[in-house]
Each structure stands twice: as C-alpha cells, then as structure tokens.
C-alpha cells in the first residue's frame, strides 16, 4: 500500500503519475497499479518535499527489485552524452541518404538535424513540478479565465511565425446536411 | 469583412484536425500529427532557409526553431531514444509539463484557421468531459484552449467530445409512442490519450465522462506485458489486429485483445454508475455510437459488444454502430456545432448578448 493524502486545501494534480486530488482527498498509488511508477515519480517526490501531500503509509517494493533498477541506473549514467552526439553525427547522413534516395545529401540540413540532437541532450526528463504546473480551483469565472488565457497567448505569440503543411482531404457526406436541418428544429 | 465562417477544430493528443465546408457543400478536413522536436539555439541566420528549402514544417520564435508535425516524427524516428517527440497534447489535456505548448498550438491554429473574418464567424472545438478516475481536469484546459482561438478573435464555442461524435453519427431511441428520438443514446470517442463518454437526447448533453484509458494506456501495458517497444506494439495494433480473427499465439495481439476488453470494460463500469442517476428517464434501448482512432482495429464494434452484454448494465443496448468515418468523426461533429451556432449568431445583432449562445 502507497497512501498519499492532499494536504492542501486546493485541487492537487500529480502530473507524472496522472492522479488528481481534491482537498484532503486520499489515494492508494498501489491500488491504481501505480508501484513503479510513483517510486519514480520526481513530481510527487516535489509535492511531498512542499508540503502538498502527505504519506500516510508506505509499503516499500522488495530490496531485489531496488537492486536492478539501481543498476539499470548506473548503466544508464555511464553513457556519454558526447560519445552519443559523436556517433550520431556519422549516422546522420546514412539516414539522410535513405530517406533522400534520389537527391544528393543536403549538407546544411545535417547541421539542422545535429542542431536537433544538441536541444534534445539534456531534455529527455520529467520537468519538476512547479506552482504553475497544480490545478487549483479557485473559483475564477472561466470567461474571466480564457481572457487571462488570450493575454497569455497574445505574448507567448509575439515573436512566432510558421511553416506548416497539412494533409488535406475534401469529403462528400450527404448526410451532414440531414443532420443539419434536423439539429437546428431540436437546438 | 469578408464572409463568415463556421469551422471545427479537435485539438486531438495524436492529431490536430480542422474541418470547414465549402461552397459546394463538400467537408474539407486539414490533418497534422499534434508533435514537435525543437533544435538549438542559434543566432544562425540560415536555418529557416535550410527548412523552407528541404520543405520542413517548423514553428519559429524568435531564433529558437522547432520542427514540428509529420517531420517531428520522422526526425524521431530516425534516432529513436535520443530525439525527444514532444507532445502539446497528452492524456486528451494540454501537457502541464511542456512550456512550449501554447507556441505550437497558437501556430498550428493560427497556420490552419487564421484570423475570423467578421464578428459573426465561429468555430466549435471539443474538450473532455469531466474524468472519473482522477486523472486530468479540463477546466484549464478549456480556458487556455478557449484562449488560443479568442486570440484570433473567432466566436469559441465547446462542447464535450463525446457529444461531437453525437452529432455526426446520430443515434437514435424509439420513444413509447414508436416515434424516433434523433441524436439520442451514447457517444463514445476511443482517443490516443482518453476516452469520452456522452448520453445525450435530441443533441442536447445528458450526461459525460472520460477516462484516461485509451490507446496509449493499451500500448504501454501490452508493452510492459509482453517486453515489447512501443512503437512495434503500435504497429501491430494498426496492421494487425482483427477482432474477428485474434490468433492467440502472437503474445502482442493476444495481449491487446486482452487490454481492449479490460479498456472497454472500465470504461462501462464508470459510465453504468453515472447512468445510475438518469436511468429512469431512459427506459428505451440506447444506440451507442463509436468513433476516434483507437477504434479503428477491425471487428472493434464487436468486440465492444461482446464485452458489455456479459455486463450487468442499467440500460438496454439497441445497437452498437461504428462511425463510417473513424478518425474525422469528431472534428465532423464539431463542424457540425459550429455551422448551427453560426446560424444562430447571424441572427444577432451587435449589442446582443451572446452567451447564451456559445455558452454549453
């Protein structure tokens, strides 16, 4: 058993976990057949550490599986990240090629794609769980909130532009119109 | 101020899709995979140049570049482990742990919708109906999606996605009298990251709920059952999988046949105690309509029904019927929504109030 209680008096969200608390709420992780998952949880380990949610039992798994998972760790950690780069860059154009068959290599987009490995280096990891990343219900109107949520969205999009290719289809559906007609004498 | 428009949108957790109807009368659905990579930083001038040349779908900002769509996934799989697949989408909710979210959702509705051209154009988008198993709250959701398309000055009109499936499949319930209900009985969307529940009578919501059970939640259990990656159980989930013809030998299909019946079967064991509350008005036998990508294996309508008549359920089923159209059903229902509210809205005039009408 894993029982974690909210501690708060707001709507808690354990994103890693995808569990939700509301105020004082209790959960067993163990019953949601969550066992790995919450012992590797970095966002409850943050909501513990904060106060936010409070153990209230722990059954800890068996010392034989903590040994592999250790293990595996160290086997992971041992990597280098700038050996990988480095191997990386030789099959870059290998890939390049099969996909480009019958161009002949894009040197500049090798450097777009190593560009790609560089910003994904660091990145493959949970992010910590901030106060911006709970749920509170505080009760605000949710037209005052989308309002908030455009402001926010006008700034995030200040300095964007984009490329973007759809796939397109056009579809006949005859019976869209019925629907139509017959939804607007219900609604 | 050109001609209004009524456009869907189903910002889905595997696919963005936008859907508008032309003059003459034909649907036309704009499909991108709802992902990206991002690249370095750079004060590198050529980079655009180099993805508008190799005709790479990418958002920029400022002199952070990300690529995004089909070509994020072509890019991960071409160094599986190592290039990160980021998702604005997950669980049917915006990704709480990914900043860039709002960026390249703001680009892929702004790069497919644009700005509404009058005060009267509207698009319908769809959210989660409320989760029953603690898992992701949509209220956010809604605001910051609401947001999005208020920024381009669209009329934001939301319904839930179970409802969308509703209004473009058409169920129906023959009432004591013999007379038939439309848009009556259970609408339910199979989801990459949720599944969505509705009852509704005569297209208006009755009841809805959502569970984090769907598509990714099959392929990461068979995954972790059978010590196969993901990536070979999703492809054979989609090549393979026969309901009518389950060949129990290949442990993959074998355990997937098991996780949609075990999905299934928690999906009906929720909706069945929130039935409990309405079930005195609905003594007819109910429709249930099926759409959404993980309901694409062939022989899955069957399979659904197989699992809940050995279910003790508080209604009776009339008939279970799969969508024509799987994957654009939602964004069809959508469509749908927002060609009625337009209609609605053309009708006003400018001091009206118009919530009302947009609101749920």
């Not at chain 2, 499936?165 to 058409?170: K, Q």
Request: glycine letters at 6%.
């Amino acid at each position: 058993m894993y029982l974690i209680a909210n501690a708060t008096s707001s709507f808690i969200e354990i994103e890693d976990l995808n569990v939700s608390l509301q105020p004082k709420q209790a959960v067993d992780l163990h019953a949601l057949g969550l066992k790995d998952r919450a012992e590797k949880s970095v966002h409850l380990k943050n909501a513990k550490k904060n106060g936010w949610i409070k153990v209230l039992r722990h059954d800890k798994p068996s010392k034989k599986i903590t040994k592999i998972t250790e293990k595996t760790i160290e086997k992971q950690s041992a990597l280098d990240p700038e050996e990988i780069l480095k191997g990386i860059r030789g099959i870059i154009k290998e890939e390049v090629k099969n996909i480009n068959q019958n161009q002949q290599l894009p040197e500049d987009l090798v450097a777009v794609l190593t560009k790609i490995i560089q910003a994904n280096q660091g990145n493959i990891s949970v992010s910590d769980l901030t106060k911006d990343d709970l749920d509170f219900g505080d009760g605000v109107d949710l037209n005052k909130l989308a309002e908030i949520h455009t402001k926010v969205a006008e700034k995030v999009m200040k300095d964007t532009s984009s490329s973007v290719q759809y796939s397109e289809e056009s579809i006949k559906d005859d019976s869209m119109k019925e629907n139509l007609s017959e939804l607007e004498g219900l609604l | 101020m050109g001609k209004s428009r009524a456009c869907g949108v189903d910002t889905g957790t595997m696919f963005f899709q936008m859907a508008e109807q032309d003059v003459g009368g034909e649907i036309n659905i704009k499909t991108t995979r709802n992902a990206f990579v991002e690249l370095a930083e750079s004060e590198d001038d050529d980079i655009e140049d180099v993805l508008k040349r190799n005709k790479w779908q990418y958002v920029q900002d400022g002199n952070k570049y990300y690529v995004i769509g089909e070509d994020s996934l072509r890019v991960a799989k071409m160094f599986p482990g190592k290039v990160e697949l980021r998702r604005p989408m997950q669980d049917g909710v915006l990704n709480k742990g990914e900043d860039k979210k709002l960026l390249v959702l703001g680009e892929l509705i702004e790069s497919s919708l644009g700005v509404s051209p009058d005060n009267k154009s509207v698009v319908c988008i769809c959210i989660s109906s409320d989760s029953v198993d603690g898992s992701a709250d949509s209220t956010f959701h809604k605001a910051r999606l609401t947001g999005l398309f208020q920024r381009l000055k669209w009329n934001v009109k939301v319904i839930e996605e179970g409802l969308a499936v509703v209004l473009s499949e058409r169920p129906t319930m023959i009432e004591d009298d013999g007379t038939e209900s439309p848009f009556s009985g259970i609408g339910l969307s199979f989801g990459a990251g949720r599944t969505n529940c509705v009852l509704a009578y005569k297209g208006l919501k009755v009841l809805g709920m959502s569970v984090s059970r769907a598509g990714d939640w099959i392929d990461q259990k068979v995954s972790e059952q059978t010590d196969t990656p993901v990536s070979q159980v999703i492809s054979k989930k989609e090549k393979s999988l026969d309901f009518e013809n389950i060949d129990y030998d290949d442990d993959v299909i074998f355990a997937l046949d098991a996780y949609y019946g075990a999905m299934i079967e928690f999906v009906f064991n929720h909706f069945a105690k929130k039935f409990a509350a309405v079930k005195s008005q609905f003594d007819a036998p109910l429709d249930i309509v099926v759409a959404g990508g993980t309901s694409m294996p062939k022989g899955f309508c069957k399979k659904l029904e197989e699992v809940i008549r050995t279910m003790e359920l508080p209604f009776k089923i009339k008939a279970v019927k799969g969508s024509k159209d799987p994957r654009n059903s939602v964004v069809k229902g959508c469509l749908t929504q927002s060609l009625i509210t337009q209609k609605k809205l053309s009708k006003t005039v400018d001091n009206d109030d118009l919530s009302e009408i947009l609101g749920e």
